[in-house]
């Protein structure tokens, strides 16, 4: 199990105790990152969890022979997402093992065989499985390749300016883009509802409503009209 006869029993969170003077803690998320998302990783809030899984990125719980499809951040295939364990920084100044246990120093670390499955083979220093070190998660949910969460999307991005070029390019279900995403009547996309031109029902070629309810091609033929006297007056 990759403990030592002094402390022979691993809990959840790969720690190694004696049950005789220590207990195994209850799995949690540090105070650093309290939010922890359907596949264990813990983050600083709700919008930095994954909003989707790449089963390209995680077929090894396809094929698993107890029936368990839900991947977790640790490599572990589950039941459901709530038995994904907690995945964050191993305490301290402890280090991370590449079965996914905390030890005090690397050469502590057991010589079993590697947890993460294949198509996630590194073991990232908070206990998720990524293809390469630069795709480990960080505590907003995004790997250090694109460490910029856009706020709008959820997606993770170099920089900021690369999130405005997402929102441009993201096509929602109306139609808008996330950096216009609010469809007015008259079919424009805008960023508030605020900024919606006010329906007067007119039509395209005479779109400006005049003040005695007719309408007009602009607003200077509103004004001639307004000038025009009714019959029989002065």
Same mark, same amino acid.
């Given at each position: 199990?990759?403990?030592?006869p002094d402390a022979p029993y691993k809990c959840a969170s790969g720690q190694c105790v004696n049950l005789n003077? /220590? @207990?195994?803690?209850?799995?949690?998320?540090?105070?650093?990152?309290?939010?922890?998302?359907?596949?264990?990783?813990?983050?600083?809030?709700?919008?930095?969890?994954?909003?989707?899984? &790449?089963?390209?990125?995680?077929?090894?719980?396809? +094929? &698993?022979?107890?029936?368990?499809?839900?991947?977790?951040?640790?490599?572990?295939?589950?039941?459901?997402?709530?038995?994904?364990?907690?995945?964050?920084?191993?305490?301290?100044?402890?280090?991370?093992?590449?079965?996914?246990?905390?030890?005090?120093?690397?050469?502590?670390?057991?010589?079993?065989?590697?947890?993460?499955?294949?198509? @996630?083979?590194?073991?990232? &220093?908070?206990?998720?499985?990524?293809?390469?070190?630069?795709?480990?998660?960080?505590?907003?949910?995004?790997?250090?390749?694109?460490?910029? +969460?856009?706020? +709008?999307?959820?997606?993770?991005?170099?920089?900021?300016?690369?999130?405005?070029?997402?929102?441009?390019? /993201?096509?929602?279900?109306?139609?808008?883009?996330?950096?216009?995403?609010?469809?007015?009547?008259?079919?424009?996309?805008?960023? /508030?509802?605020?900024?919606?031109?006010?329906?007067?029902?007119?039509?395209?070629?005479?779109?400006? @409503?005049?003040?005695?309810? /007719?309408?007009?091609?602009?607003?200077?033929?509103?004004?001639? @009209?307004s000038m025009i006297c009714a019959s029989n007056q002065v």
């Amino acid at each position: 199990m990759g403990c030592f006869p002094d402390a022979p029993y691993k809990c959840a969170s790969g720690q190694c105790v004696n049950l005789n003077t /220590t @207990k195994c803690e209850i799995a949690s998320c540090p105070e650093s990152s309290p939010i922890k998302c359907l596949d264990g990783l813990c983050v600083t809030s709700i919008s930095s969890c994954p909003s989707f899984l &790449d089963l390209q990125l995680n077929q090894q719980c396809l +094929k &698993d022979p107890n029936g368990n499809i839900v991947p977790c951040a640790d490599g572990r295939c589950v039941a459901s997402s709530d038995q994904c364990r907690p995945v964050s920084k191993c305490l301290g100044d402890q280090v991370r093992c590449k079965d996914g246990s905390c030890k005090p120093m690397i050469s502590l670390c057991p010589l079993n065989t590697l947890k993460c499955p294949e198509s @996630k083979p590194y073991m990232c &220093d908070i206990g998720a499985c990524a293809t390469t070190s630069a795709e480990c998660p960080t505590i907003n949910g995004c790997p250090f390749s694109t460490p910029v +969460k856009c706020e +709008k999307s959820g997606s993770c991005a170099q920089t900021n300016d690369q999130c405005l070029e997402i929102y441009k390019n /993201t096509t929602l279900p109306n139609g808008c883009s996330l950096f216009t995403p609010i469809k007015c009547d008259s079919g424009l996309c805008v960023s /508030t509802l605020s900024q919606c031109p006010v329906n007067n029902a007119c039509p395209s070629d005479k779109p400006v @409503k005049c003040l005695d309810n /007719t309408c007009a091609a602009d607003a200077q033929t509103c004004l001639s @009209k307004s000038m025009i006297c009714a019959s029989n007056q002065v």
